[in-house]
Structure formats: C-alpha cells, structure tokens
C-alpha cells in the first residue's frame, strides 16, 4: 500500500495488552457463519462459569445449536422471517430468501471480483451490509429475550461483552465493515449515563482462534507439550479456516502463540451443494419440470441434509444415491437415472463431481499452511459443520497421517467456534497469548554517524542544519522475524525530527520508508538487499502537541520535535502507530498478513 498516510485519531493510547471481559461481567459470542449461525454465553455467575448455548429458536419444536443464516422479505425490503422460519418457508409471490450474503465480504467480494456466479443475488436495492444489519438485529433481539429468559433474571445485556467471529482470510476492510454492521445492528451499546467505551465491548475475534480455545482444555491436545505445534482446521459452511499454534507453556492455561499467518478459503461445504446442483441440472437437461426452483430446491435438501455429511468416498463407489422428485410427472429416463420418481446418482459420479474438487481444495489449503508455518506440526483438529463429513476426515487422514500424530474431530465440533469465543470473553486474561513474528519489520532512518558508517557508507553520510553528521539510510528494526509479541503488546520506538522553522512540508512532513524481511539476517544500510518496500509512510508531526508547542515559541536555531513511533502486530495485520507522550495521534495499517 504505497503512498500511505497516517491520519490523527485524539484517542488516548490503548495498553500493551488487550482488556478482557470484568469480573461478573456477561460475554456473549455470535458464531455469524455464511450458512449457519448460533449464540453461546457464560458468566461466572452462571452455571458454574460454564457456557451455555442457545437452543430454542422461532419456529422450531426441537433444539438446535445453530439456526440457518438466513433472510425472507417482501418486495419492499422489509424483513417477514429470519432463522429456520425464513429457511423452512414455501416459495410465495412478492418474497424473496436470502442466504450467503455473508461471502459479499470477504476480500475478493469488496474488491469487486464474482465470489461465485451461482451464488443467488441480493435483493434489488439492498446491500450485502443491509442483509448482515437485518440478520444481526433479528438474532440479537432474540438473543437478549432468550437469555434473559434462561437465566431466569432481568440480565444487563448492555453491558456484555460480545465476541463476534470472522473468518481467518478477512482483511481489515471487512472487519471493519462487520463491527460497523454490528454496532448498527445493536449489539452492544451505552450501560450508563457518561458510558463513552461502550464500542468497547464489541470484540472481533477470528474462527481458528476461537476453535482453538475450545480445543485447548480437550484431551485431544493434553499430550502435546511445550514447543510443540498444533493446527486447527475450522470446515465450516463457505469457508474453511487454518491457523498454527505453538505451545509456549502450559497448555492447561492456554499459553499459545500463533506461528504464522492464518489463512482461508471458500471451499466450505455450501460449495458442495452448488455442485451438487451444478450435476443435477446437467443429468435433467432435457426434463425441465425438475429444474424448477422449487424442485431444486427439494433436490439439494435432501442432499445436505442426508448425504452429505455421511458420504464414505471410494467405498461407496458402488452405491445409488436416490433422490426423490418433487413433481411427479416425467418421472421415468433410465439413460439420466430417472428411475419410478427418483433421481438416481452413481456414488463415484458424486464423488468425482461434487466431493473431489471441493476437498482437494482443502487438502491443498492444509498442505499450504503447513508450508506457511515451515514448521513441524504435531496435531490437527477438524472443528465446523463441514468437519462432520466422513469423506473429509478420511481424505484428511490419508493425506496427513504419515506426518501429523494427532488427527482428530473434537467434542462440539460444529460449536468450538461459538462455544470458544464466549470462553475467551470469560477468561480474566489473554488467552491466545502470543503471536510470533513471520517476518522482520525495519524501518529507514537518519542516525548520527558513527566510525563503522565513516568506513563502510561514507557517501551516505550528510551535514544537517545543525551541523550533525548524519548517516543516511539507516536501518532501524521496528521487531524481528522470529521474535515473540503477546498479544496486543505495542513495540515503541523513540524518533526526533529537526525542523528549521514551524513552516512548509519539510519542516512539518516526518516521512519513513517501511520494509520487511524473511531473512533471519539483521542489515544495517538499505543497499543491503534481503528486505522489500512496504509503504512510504508520511507523518505530519504539526498534530503533535509538542511541535505546536516549539511552533508557538521563538527557536533561531530550529527545534527538534521527539515522537514515538510505535508497532502493533497481530495475525491479521501489522500496525503503525504515532505517538506524543503516550498520547495516540494517530495510526495506519501498513500490512496485510492474510
């Protein structure tokens, strides 16, 4: 992102750690896949401490963990059903279904490019934004009435925490995107006369990351040991999500670091109904009454709901897969596999058309984090919906097994992700403590020459206004590849400027070239090679209370002004920070990890 500037804020610094949920205070997770969606909570002074989930929802008499993400709404935009009562309604004129609209998020989707052609489109003058808006307000009016219902007591839900769960590729713009979203959608607001922190109490946390913290007290994990690495593979509905973890101390109290930058992609299991569907429309070309929306619609139910999750692969190449017709008419074509009012499949033109390109697609996503982490990795856990499906944990297995000890689907899978983000908001501390870095942050400065300068760069060497040889084209690291950040923690680096008067961009413009490295060697000039541009990062220091301060007064000789610049790293991003005294002045993204 060439060109960057950073922009001023007025925001006091934030901490070197990350703040967590009160004593007593209520968290609350909002698992918000692109198929299903669920709400875990938990208080020290509920049950034991332990997470609870909601299971009652409208329109079902039995429990369920999580509902479909899903919309219906009339013509003029307003919302008729949500949840399992918009999934379950009958086609109606004057109605339209909205499901998926998550995926207009991610990446690709805000950089304009098609996530996916069969992807349904949004209704005629809503945004993706809207429907998230719509769907987070149905959710999280149910969810304050449920809860407060369960725990039997009139709850302050205004002052929860609530943890909303992204997936791992996301980049900061649909972060961003989706807290505004929430906020809009009202799920956290003021608890009190003069509450200014109230945004506060939104956290954003990624679905590896939260899989993780569900996975760490299981005893899937109890054997490994300090130094040890572990991968979560969270499968879910449009997307699947990998993150590394190293054991840095006990395991017990979730002493982890992440060993390298997530990553993602969408090859959940929603993709296997497109194909699906793609194969249906192919062997019923020529008997258009099973094309109709709704019998469509009958066809891929019973796909997801019976078959797809227990689907073997190979050994059920022999099997038929049979389908019931919606419409009873035209109901015999053995060429097509039509057979007495059934679609007949052949289990090896399921798993050649709709399985293999889809998990292929994941197999490749783990081969490449496993590359990415350049590291021995000693556990996987399968977590999310789509790690239920039988075929993916063996293909998974067969791949991996020879290399990775420990292959496994934990307890709650398809909840760790809702289940964990509510156990890290309860948790009084960090718990995903510690990020290590993948790569050296370096930033080129002007420093006072010294003796290995006037030996070794002495055409970079310069007299500046003062009369101060200055050695131009320094390297200074910001943090080293390899190093161990926790998480939160900010990297202050002091600066000083020299302005010769308070006027014109020179004397003003504080302007840094930042680079990164994935070599293990540390450089001093930027001749040195091994690193490459970031950005050009331009700070202008008049925001800075103490250049207004030497501005106002009288300084013949010029006026240095001193900074502090300060380096914020996490996963998802590496972030500049300027600082005066403590005091944040602003800041800028200036790389994207994932």
Known sequence: MNGASIVGTGAPAAGDTISSA????????????????????????????NVQQILTWPGARENFRKIPTCLLYDDAGRVLAWGLEAKNASPMPGTVRCEWFKLSLEPSALRGDIVDPRLPKLPLGKKAVDLIVDFLTCL?????????????????????????????????????????????????????????????????????????VHCAHLTDLHQLR??????????????????????????????????CARSGSNCGSLFLDLRFMELVRILLEDHPVHLEPASLA????????????????????????????????????????????????????????????????????????????????????????????????????????????VIARPSDADTATCRGAAQYGLAHRQLVSSFIAPKSYIMRVKLPADLEDWQRRPAYITRNDAGVHI?????????????????????????????????????????????????????????????YELCKWTVDLSILPSFQHHANVPHPGGFYTHFEVGLELDSAEARGVLLDNGYECGRVAFDFLV
């Not at 923690?489 to 994935?518: E, H, N, P, W």
């Open 298 to 405: 009958h066809f891929m139910h019973a796909f997801s709901e019976t078959e797809k999750l227990g689907y073997l692969g190979k050994s059920d190449d022999g099997n038929m897969f049979r389908f019931t017709c919606f419409n009873v008419e035209d109901s015999d074509d053995p060429s097509v596999g039509l057979i007495n009012g059934e679609l007949t499949i052949p289990g090896n033109m399921l798993r050649g058309e709709v399985f293999n390109p889809v998990i292929e697609q994941v197999l490749d996503l783990i081969e490449e984090q496993i590359c990415r982490a350049n590291q021995r990795v000693d556990a996987l856990l399968l977590v999310g919906g789509f790690s239920g499906s039988e075929y993916l944990r063996k293909r998974v297995e067969e791949t991996f097994g020879s290399r990775i000890e």
């Open 226 to 259: 300090p130094s040890q690495n572990f991968m979560i593979c969270d499968a879910g509905g449009g997307t699947v999500d990998l993150a590394v973890y190293k054991i840095i101390g006990s395991l017990q109290d979730l002493e982890i670091a992440e060993v």
């Open 140 to 212: 999280w009016d149910y969810a304050r009435e449920r809860i407060t219902q369960e725990i039997g007591i009139v709850a302050d839900l205004n002052a929860a925490d609530v943890w909303l769960t992204l997936p791992a590729a996301w980049d900061a713009k649909g972060c961003q995107m989706m807290r505004e979203a929430a906020i809009q959608a009202g799920l956290v607001g003021t608890a009190f006369a003069g509450d200014r922190d109230w945004r506060d109490r939104l956290h954003i946390i990624t679905e590896p990351e939260a899989a993780a």
């Open 22 to 49: 009160g004593e007593g205070r209520m968290s609350i997770s909002i698992d918000f896949g692109t198929t299903f969606s669920g709400v875990a909570y938990g208080s020290s002074r509920i049950a034991g401490g």
């Open 471 to 531: 050695c131009e084209n320094r390297l200074q690291y910001l943090v080293s590849k390899g190093a161990i950040l926790r998480k939160g923690q900010r990297i202050r680096t002091k600066f000083c400027k020299f302005s010769s008067s308070s006027q014109g961009d020179i004397d003003r413009m504080f302007v840094a070239m930042l680079y990164a490295s994935d070599s293990d060697e540390t450089m001093r000039y930027t001749d040195e090679g091994g690193m």
